[in-house]
C-alpha cells in the first residue's frame, strides 16, 4: 500500500508568511514501524522551462532523481520555500499518476488567495513517462496557474475540472492511457420491477 499525502497549512493569519519546507510524500506502509525522511528517495523539482500554446505561457515543472526505491520505504519531494508553496488538498490517483495541486498564498489580504501548481507524478514521485498534459507538449509533472489558489479537481473522462480561488474553472486535458486489465465495474444501471 502506497500512502500519498503532502505538509502546509492555511488556516491562520500568520501560515501566508510561513515559508517552512512543505513536501509530498509516497511512503509504502509496510507496517515495519516508524520512519523518517533520510528512509525515502529524495526527488528534486526543476523549474526551468516555459512552454507555450495557443498564446500562453505556462512555467512547467518536473521531477528528477536517478534512484529508485526498491530497498527504500518510498519517496518525497521538497516545494519551494522562498514562494511558500505547500499541500493543503488531498491526492487522487488516476492510473499510474497521483494528481495534486500545491498552493502559494499571497501575503496581500485584499488579494483572492495567490497561485500554485497542477501536478501529476509518477507513483514512483518521478516526472510522469508520458505527457500527462497533451497541452505541453512533453512529459512534465504539471504547470504552474496564476490569478487564483487552485482547489481539489474532478475527473470526467479524460478532463479534469479545477476551481480556483477566483471563481475560474481551469478544464485540462488528461491522459492517463487506459488500463488493460481487469476494469471492474465501469458502469451500471438502475432496473425497476
Do not use: H
Not at 88 to 94: G, L
Not at 155 to 169: C, N
Amino acid at each position: 500500500m502506497l500512502v500519498l499525502f503532502g505538509t502546509g497549512q492555511y488556516l491562520t493569519q500568520t501560515d501566508p508568511i510561513n515559508v517552512n519546507v512543505q513536501s509530498f510524500y509516497g511512503v509504502l506502509d509496510t507496517g515495519a514501524g516508524q520512519l523518517t525522511k533520510d528512509d525515502l528517495v529524495s526527488r528534486t523539482m526543476v523549474e526551468s522551462e516555459t512552454v507555450g500554446t495557443d498564446g500562453v505561457s505556462y512555467d512547467v515543472r518536473t521531477s528528477v532523481s536517478d534512484d529508485l526505491f526498491d530497498t527504500e520505504d518510498g519517496w518525497y519531494v521538497d516545494f519551494n520555500t522562498a514562494a511558500g508553496e505547500r499541500i493543503t488538498q488531498s491526492a487522487q490517483v488516476r492510473g499510474e499518476y497521483v494528481f495534486v495541486n500545491s498552493i502559494i498564498p499571497t501575503s496581500n489580504p485584499c488579494d483572492i488567495g495567490g497561485d500554485g501548481w497542477v501536478m501529476a507524478f509518477g507513483l514512483d514521485g518521478r516526472t510522469p513517462d508520458r505527457e500527462v498534459w497533451p497541452k505541453l507538449g512533453g512529459e512534465f509533472v504539471g504547470f504552474k496557474t496564476e490569478g487564483g489558489l487552485p482547489n481539489p479537481g474532478s475527473f470526467l473522462g479524460d478532463y479534469i475540472l479545477i476551481p480556483r480561488s477566483d471563481s475560474e474553472i481551469l478544464s485540462e486535458e488528461v491522459d492517463v492511457g487506459r488500463n488493460t486489465g481487469g476494469l471492474g465495474r465501469v458502469g451500471w444501471q438502475e432496473l425497476y420491477n
